[in-house]
């Protein structure tokens, strides 16, 4: 019974060493625009893009390549401003980033961002101005307590005079 156990012990544990830890050495660019590809570097990976899973804060991000050493994604629409993890589906094991990620919008007009930013199921604006505004800063808050995250873009309306405005989205999923 005793070598039973040790032969069930020493699989085990052979089982075990095969399996690699992802970790994340470095992200780059550390800020892109929604679409942009970031590279992550590290160890542990796969070189199956299906075995893995890679989220911008709380979002999914379509891989589009990965070796064990490297993984090339897309910034996916929702990314915030947080850490980045990498999953190994297959082991279970995951990793996180020390360095967050910056969503970045470039400070595209409004409607351009609207139109490629925010998804169907939020309200239109609650406050706003007319004229052309340039976004420069996003927070995705629940800012009325109903467990669904809101998002508020800072505006500058004006770069000559500095003058500024926020826009307000509730979600209403």
């Given at each position: 019974?005793?070598?039973?156990l040790t032969l069930?012990?020493?699989c085990?544990?052979v089982?075990?060493m095969?399996?690699t830890t992802p970790?994340i050495?470095?992200?780059?660019p550390i800020?892109?625009k929604v679409?942009?590809?970031?590279t992550i ?6 070189a199956?893009s299906?075995?893995l ?9 379509p ?5 064990t ?5 897309s910034?996916p629409?929702?990314a915030?401003?947080?850490e980045?993890m990498?999953?190994?589906v297959v082991?279970?094991?995951s990793?996180?980033s020390?360095?967050l990620?910056?969503p970045?919008?470039g400070?595209?007009s ?6 490629a930013?925010l ?9 706003t101005?007319?004229?052309?505004k340039?976004?420069?800063?996003l927070?995705?808050c629940?800012?009325?307590g109903?467990?669904?995250n809101?998002?508020v ?7 000559t005079?500095?003058?500024a405005?926020r826009?307000?989205?509730?979600n209403?999923?």
């Open positions: 019974m005793k070598g039973i069930v012990w020493s085990l544990v089982g075990l095969g399996q970790y050495n470095s992200i780059s800020t892109a679409g942009e590809t970031v570097a590290g160890s542990g990976f796969s199956t299906t075995d899973r890679v989220l911008f804060g709380g979002v999914s991000a891989i589009l390549s990965s070796t050493n490297l993984i090339e994604v910034v629409q929702g915030s401003h947080d980045i990498v999953i190994n082991t279970g094991y990793a996180s020390s360095q990620f910056f970045n919008y400070g595209d409004f409607d351009n961002l609207l139109k930013e998804p169907a199921f939020f309200d239109s604006e609650v406050s101005n007319t004229n052309q340039l976004a420069y800063d927070c995705m629940d800012f009325n109903d467990g669904l809101d998002i873009i800072t505006a500058q309306e004006n770069p005079t500095g003058n405005s826009l307000v989205y509730q209403s999923s």
